[in-house]
């Protein structure tokens, strides 16, 4: 991690009709920092990535990604969503197109690359987690596991310098989860700077250099993943544990009978 | 002469006469599809656009389109529009814009169901690899769509085949027109010609119209 701010929020408002989704954010990731995002349903935490990169739009404050502001104006906003990767919960490849092309399309014709540099790059990609065999298969041949994977890779083969992950492991086979998380894990090994948002509260706690914990739309806790778990300093931080916590309390009881 | 009566199809130009019959409604409904199928497709992007008076426009037309029987339909613009304006239509050309207003209402309704079909999802996976909108419509959602119109688009055009036996109404001498005159014109000699006229006619209608089937059968079968 280098000190450099790569991702900067300041007072980041977010309302849909008269709700306040998200109220007032200031949040920096540094360049090489894997930021996750931890907080109930509802609290904010997609929305926060989506404004990110600008598939939402804030109704105030800013989002700058290395100083440059991101709106969604048009050319601007295509330019910088190149540099920022996203993967969504439910994977969404194109269907119509095979593994290989899912992957460069974009490269292709956004990136306007050669389709041989792109597919060299993809190739690559795909051997890093362990799917070459699949470049010619479609999404629908895949399990779940292997097209979350095939999304992560589409994502890197645009050379992102963030990467933002949108629970990524919710819509899994709980056998599946491994396979994607551990992916995400030689990412940030290998100085990805990332945004994390997930459930996955043991991943959190080994992937994380810092845990953000959100809550009706505030950050209510930031802080270092071992404090964060092992002691929180907000209630409703704590509560929030508590409810991954459930049978460890039941074993307990279970020793007072 | 005392046959089954069967003959009566190959007497003279009998037959000929039919397939000509026949090729007088298919070359309305293929004039028909070919104009409704590129405004069906304006008009299901239409229909999708998220405004209140485009909306009620597109409602508008759909519900009238779609309520009227197609008779309705012809009778008005045969012989009511082009009587009261004094427009010098011919019924052929009246049944063209007729069926061309009725297909292109159906295709842009199904234009419309393909359209949204596509998940939201899918927009904003193409947008966050860095697409813009025209790029995220064309390589997206388009190929996706039409995997699922084409079959659909056939079966409209067999839809539009076996509706176009209405011009028959305005006068248009097609295929069944066609059929009465010789089951007429022979009333003494073949007095069992309905049946095979009609017979004849009833495949010729099942062999125009199978092929289409099929094919929209195979790809959807393909495509799934």
Known sequence: MEDKVQLEVTGLVKKFGDDTILDGIDLCVH??????????SGCGKSTLLRCMNGLETANEGTILLDGEEISSDGKKITQLRQKIGMVFQSYDLFPHKNIIDNITLAPVKVQKRTKKDAEEQAEKLLARVGLSEKKKAFPRELSGGQKQRVAIVRALC???EVMLFDEVTAALDPEMVREVLDVMLELAEQGMTMVIVTHEMQFARAIADRIVFLDNGK???ETTPDEFFTNPKTQRAKDFLHTFAYEKRRSENNNAV | MQGSGIEVLFLGRNFLRLLEGLWVTLRISLIAVLLSVPLGILFGMFMTIKNPITKAISRVYLECIRIMPQLVLLFIAYFGVTRAFGWNLSADISAVIVFTLWGTAEMG?????????IPKHQYDSAYALGMNKIQAFGYVVVPQTMRRLIPLTINLTTRMIKTTSLVVLIGITEVLKVGKQIIDANRFDYPTAALWVYGAIFLLYFLACWPISMLAKRLEKQWR
């Open chain 2, 109 to 117: 309704d199904l234009v419309r169901g393909a359209l949204i079909s």
């Open chain 1, 31 to 40: 360049k090489g920092e894997v930021v996750v995002v931890l907080g109930p």
């Open chain 1, 158 to 160: 645009m050379k992102p």
């Open chain 1, 219 to 221: 950050i209510v806790e």
